[in-house]
């Protein structure tokens, strides 16, 4: 079949159950009139519905939660963060710097891939359980697959000083009791005591705290995408504000340059 022949049903077309703007003046988001039906909906509340289609009061104050406790530090020495301050200093717009800054949160070590990727882990290592495997036995396999286990350990400190916070305020809520926090904790207590010595990072707490309220990985990153947002925008206001060029300028005497040492003539 020619490659035309299969795109054609979409040619000035496109059918979607998500929903849409109509030239009346109607939106519709998933079946729902935004205007009469979700116009008092909190914004957080409204983005958990138009990302997966769920409406719960608790489960939204949970997701806000997280973003303020978890995901936004104003501090420009964070890896994103550098990017927005770095817009700042360079009298770059805060599109931009927001933009960019959440680019950059799709890392390995950080951001995106961990929330996912402890996710995908908690809930396979649970279907691992019931199919009766142990504990150690599924830690060891993701270990020796992927040389990590995402949601434990951390770049530069041992402990995560977020888990403590978001854990009381999950409970202070009726959450954080269900069965993939315990799965969590369980493997914090595994691996803390191996001689990696990994702890629980807020990755792998998140992950659960959402897995029990039925948020799959997918679903997860996408209620995780904007949420580094209110981190990034405080640091390029800080950089904006203070002197052009400013921010963490390195002079050339402390570089090592190992490269070519005669001078490079180009052509013009």
Not at 65 to 82: E, G, H, L
Not at 193 to 221: F, H, M, S
Not at 222 to 234: E, I, V
């Amino acid at each position: 079949m020619p490659v035309h022949s299969k795109l054609e049903k979409f040619e000035d077309n496109w059918r979607t159950s998500i929903g849409g703007w109509s030239l009346e003046g109607k939106v519709v988001l998933r079946g729902k009139d935004v205007f009469t039906e979700l116009n008092e909906k909190p914004w957080m509340e409204y983005l958990l519905y138009a990302a997966t289609g769920k409406e719960s009061p608790k489960l939204g104050r949970l997701i806000e939660a997280i973003w303020v406790i978890c995901t936004s530090f104003p501090d420009p020495r964070i890896w994103n963060n550098r990017i927005s301050a770095l817009a700042g200093t360079a009298r770059s717009t805060g599109v931009l710097a927001a933009a960019g800054s959440l680019a950059v949160t799709e890392a390995t070590v950080y951001g995106l891939k961990p929330i996912k990727g402890a996710s995908d882990f908690l809930i396979r290592a649970d279907q691992r359980l019931k199919e009766g495997e142990s504990l150690e036995q599924i830690i060891k396999t993701e270990l020796k697959q992927f040389r990590s286990v995402y949601g434990y350990g951390r770049p530069i400190a041992d402990a995560d000083e977020r888990v403590k916070p978001m854990m009381e305020f999950a409970r202070s809520i009726g959450c954080g009791n269900g069965k993939y926090v315990k799965l969590a904790f369980d493997v914090d207590e595994y691996l803390s005591n191996t001689r990696l010595k990994y702890k629980i990072n807020i990755a792998a707490v998140c992950a659960a705290l959402l897995a029990d309220e039925g948020i799959d990985p997918a679903e997860l990153y996408n209620l995780a995408t904007l949420s580094f947002t209110a981190g990034a925008m405080p640091c390029f206001i800080d950089a904006s504000n203070q002197q052009e060029g400013g921010f963490f300028p390195l002079r050339t005497s402390r570089l090592s340059f190992t490269g070519v040492e005669e001078i490079r003539h180009w052509e013009v």
